[in-house]
């Protein structure tokens, strides 16, 4: 159950038509780190399943003043990405593109999997949030 929140911090109860595991979101239409935990672990288990090395996500960047960026380790890398602030939308692109730049991928592969993972994301944006036309 969700604790109550407060209207001042900008965020919201999802509305009576959300549907059964709704989250609270922002009014805005930005994500939260709810939203953000959800999202990693889908594109983490879609970019497995391509075969591909699976990055891990944190929010927000170490770097000051950046919205997203990478580290990269000897298994792998860590995509951080800003998430307060930003449409829902744009987080998620830049989740996606973590992938494609962790694994090195180029044009056509690159496009392929960035549908793929788009497609994935789609299958289950959340219901609090509006859609990208």
Do not use: K
């Not at 090195?104 to 960035?114: C, F, K, Y």
């Amino acid at each position: 159950m969700t604790s109550p929140l407060r209207r001042s911090s900008g965020i919201v109860p999802p509305g009576p038509g959300a549907g059964p595991g709704a989250v609270a979101g922002p009014a805005s239409g930005s994500g939260t780190t709810v939203h953000f935990t959800h999202a990693a672990r889908l594109l983490a288990r879609e970019a497995r399943r391509l075969g591909l090395v699976a990055p891990g996500y944190r929010c927000p960047p170490r770097v000051v003043g950046v919205q997203r960026s990478i580290r990269r380790h000897p298994t792998g890398a860590v995509v951080a990405v800003l998430v307060r602030g930003r449409p829902w939308a744009a987080v998620v692109a830049d989740m996606i593109e973590g992938v494609v730049v962790a694994n090195r991928l180029t044009p056509p592969v690159a496009d392929r999997v960035r549908t793929e993972l788009w497609a994935a994301i789609g299958h289950e944006w959340p219901a609090d949030l509006p859609r990208v036309a």
